[in-house]
């Protein structure tokens, strides 16, 4: 059986999660403007689950199967990228919050604010982080570990 290529598969993943973050900050800035609506919220829920979810396995196979490889060589990138991992979970935290506040109390203008402003930093920092894992750490990846650590990388990811 082929091993895939597990860059692919990362910038794959980071091009799914770019559709959702679109879709989170599409909705939330909706609310945050127009106010609760049962369609955009539950377009808001379904691509936060995605967030949540997806981005969290993610994050944690970078960090498990690719990040100890490429500190093997340099280890500044992935130091950032964890960084990065830690102030999503932080801000996804807000953002969970306000989601279950506003789901109490559909006409709360502070949450409908926090979520606005939550979902903002959040798509914002992701954006960022998946532009420099996908032109910085990952070509640096491909330029430094050989075809046999990669596959090491591959197997990790299982």
């Known amino acids: 059986m082929a091993i895939r290529d597990p860059i692919a598969v990362f910038m794959k993943e980071h091009d799914a999660a770019l559709e959702q973050l679109l879709v989170l900050k599409k909705s939330a800035a909706e609310i945050k403007k127009k106010g609760y609506s049962e369609k ?4 808001l829920l379904k691509a936060t689950e995605f967030v949540d979810e997806e981005v969290r396995v993610h994050n944690a196979k970078e960090e498990k199967a690719l990040f100890p490889l490429v500190e093997r060589y340099v280890d500044g990138p992935t130091n950032v990228m964890r960084e990065d991992h830690v102030k999503m979970a932080k801000i996804y935290k807000k953002l969970h919050y306000s ?19 939550a979902a903002e ?29 990669l596959r090491e990388v591959a197997q990790r990811m299982l």
Do not use: C, S, Y
């Not at 955009?40 to 377009?43: D, E, G, L, N, V």
């Not at 954006?127 to 491909?142: A, D, M, R, S, T």
């Open 40 to 43: 955009t919220f539950k377009t």
């Open 99 to 117: 989601i279950g506040v506003l789901k109490e109390n559909h006409e709360d203008k502070v949450a409908r604010q926090e979520l606005g402003e």
């Open 121 to 149: 930093a959040i798509v914002q920092l992701m954006v960022n982080h998946i532009h420099k894992e996908n032109q910085i750490l990952f070509p640096l990846v491909k330029r430094f570990l050989t075809k046999e650590e």
